[in-house]
């Protein structure tokens, strides 16, 4: 069935460090894939999303490039701030399902 | 305006005991869930309806039974609360079909004692 592995964490970065949460996923056909951010106590968010292959999703400073060839969706972001401290949480929807596909979650904490 | 909201968001009960989470959503959407994310973070999907109907039911219990009383809504009761039942519970909805964004609830935290 469609999975969906990102890097493990914890995360901890500096402010205006770069970030990267590797994301990549094993589905048939052509899934959706998104980001998930999970901010404490709160629910999940859609952070951005890409429907077909080399479509980029941006927001907020966020970046993530549908890579079919090596079957990734990493996540970027050039500078981080304190407030981007949350879970970080990949997902595909695979072809005419009604579901997403999580993967375990990433926490990243920024310091100031 | 809150688009999919949950209640409660807190809940604390005994072993055994019988509760229900209430969902509902106010986008118009035709399709609704109900995700469980444990402790370690893990999200895993439950149950999925759309237009009222059953589409997704995964290996869960059945002391759980989701209900659609109409499409703007989905419940959640679950019987005879066992320890392991402590999570966060996130109903969710979208347009049916892949690609669409699915919108989540606040969560809530239920904790069995």
């Known amino acids: 069935g469609d999975s969906v592995t990102q890097m493990e964490g914890p995360v901890t970065l500096s402010e205006e460090a770069f970030l990267t949460i590797n994301c990549t996923y094993t589905?048939?056909?052509?899934?959706?894939l998104f980001w998930y951010v999970q901010y404490p106590g709160e629910g999940l968010q859609l952070l951005l999303k890409?429907?077909?292959?080399?479509d980029k999703g941006s927001n907020k400073g966020f970046e993530a490039t549908y890579r079919k060839e090596t079957t990734s969706f990493h996540l970027e972001k050039g500078s981080v701030q304190v407030s981007d401290s949350a879970v970080y949480f990949c997902?595909?929807?695979?072809?005419?399902?009604?579901?997403?596909?999580f993967g375990a979650g990433t926490t990243v904490t920024v310091r100031a | 305006d809150t688009a999919v909201s949950q209640t409660p968001k807190y809940l604390v009960t005994q072993m055994g005991n019988d509760k229900s989470i209430k969902c509902e959503q106010n986008?118009?959407?035709?399709?609704m869930y109900w995700y469980k994310q444990d402790s370690k973070k893990f999200l895993k999907i439950m149950f999925s309806?759309?237009?009222?109907?059953?589409?997704i039911n995964e290996t869960v219990p059945n002391r759980f039974s989701p209900k659609s009383p109409d499409k703007a809504h989905l419940n959640l009761h679950i019987n005879s609360l066992e320890l392991g039942d402590s999570a966060v519970y996130f109903c969710?909805?979208?347009?049916?079909?892949?690609?669409?964004?699915?919108?989540f609830g606040e969560g809530s935290w239920l904790t069995v004692v």
């Open positions: 589905a048939t056909g052509y899934p959706s």
């Open positions: 986008l118009g959407h035709d399709t």
């Open positions: 309806y759309n237009n009222k109907e059953l589409i």
């Open positions: 969710a909805s979208s347009r049916g079909g892949t690609g669409n964004t699915i919108y």
């Open positions: 890409a429907t077909k292959a080399d």
């Open positions: 997902a595909l929807s695979g072809d005419n399902d009604y579901k997403l596909s």
